[in-house]
């Protein structure tokens, strides 16, 4: 079993940043950013194993960087320019297995609570 636990969601303006976390219990080798809008399906964010390849979604790529701290079991996302379209409950996501695909939620084994990310225009 692993515990994931998210922080830094928040209120900000539209061109703001946020720095997300999350602390896992232990340390996988896959961990990942995923997203969830009133309303709307689950999708993925970014994803990156433990050598720190990532991949990222078209809507966030140039404005949000996925990074670990495997010493720490740490997750970070960071979040520059954001849009009120960024506006949902942003969770992380873990598991032992590799994959690097963003478009299957239900791949992953592990989730964490969720922080809540809004943007206002």
């Known amino acids: 079993q692993v515990q994931l636990v998210e922080s830094g969601g928040d209120s900000v303006q539209a061109g703001g940043s946020l720095r997300l976390s999350c602390v896992a219990s232990?340390?996988?080798?896959?961990m990942a950013w995923f997203r969830q809008a009133p309303g709307k399906g689950r999708e993925g964010v970014a994803v990156?194993?433990?050598?720190?390849?990532?991949r990222y979604a078209d809507s966030v790529k140039g404005r949000f960087t996925i990074s670990r701290d495997n010493a720490k079991n740490t997750l970070y996302l960071q979040m520059n320019d954001l849009k009120p379209e960024d506006t949902a409950m942003y969770y992380c996501?873990?598991?032992?297995?590799?994959?690097?695909?963003?478009?299957?939620?239900?791949?992953?084994?592990?989730w964490g609570q969720g922080t809540q990310v809004t943007v206002s225009s």
């Open positions: 996501a873990a598991d032992f297995r590799p994959w690097y695909s963003l478009a299957n939620p239900s791949q992953v084994r592990y």
């Open positions: 232990v340390n996988t080798y896959t």
């Open positions: 990156i194993d433990r050598p720190s390849n990532t």
